[in-house]
């Protein structure tokens, strides 16, 4: 009974320590538009997303894989790459769960703008009537 128990720790130790994380990867997008595909990532990276602003108005966004010791800080973005010319500032954010670097999810609406909205037409609608 004994060799059963360990031949299953052994399978999922195995098993355990050769899970691969799976990323989403953005080389480079603008705004709310990151056209990601899915990547797996090597040995001691996370997924991360990063955050940029450019020319102080155009948002600038990565997804992808990162050395754990690169998480969590904000990078100068030069270019070209070899020159002192920065062109902006990235802040790298990593998690470590699959596909855990995924888009944010729709803005939340607050419900008083859309519940005043709603009664200010129905008084106008009765009003014109």
């Known amino acids: 009974?004994?060799?059963i128990l360990?031949?299953?720790f052994a399978v999922t130790a195995c098993f355990?320590?050769?899970h691969a994380l799976k990323c989403y990867k953005c080389d480079i997008g603008f705004w709310n538009l990151?056209?990601?595909t899915e990547v797996t990532c090597n040995a001691g990276e996370s997924?991360?997303?990063?955050v940029g602003e450019a020319a102080a108005f155009v948002q600038v966004k990565k997804k992808g894989c990162l050395?754990?010791?690169q998480c969590n800080k904000t990078t100068q973005v030069n270019f070209p790459s070899d020159?002192?010319?920065t062109i902006y500032e990235m802040k790298s954010t990593c998690c470590e769960s699959d596909l855990c670097n995924a888009a944010p999810g729709l803005p939340h609406i607050s419900?008083?703008?859309?519940?005043l909205a709603t009664l200010i037409t129905l008084i106008t609608t009765k009003a014109l009537v």
């Open 67 to 69: 050395e754990n010791a």
């Open 16 to 18: 355990a320590m050769g």
């Open 34 to 36: 990151c056209i990601t």
């Open 1 to 3: 009974m004994n060799r």
């Open 47 to 50: 997924c991360f997303s990063g």
């Open 83 to 85: 020159s002192n010319t």
């Open 111 to 115: 419900i008083l703008p859309l519940a």
């Open 6 to 8: 360990l031949s299953i």
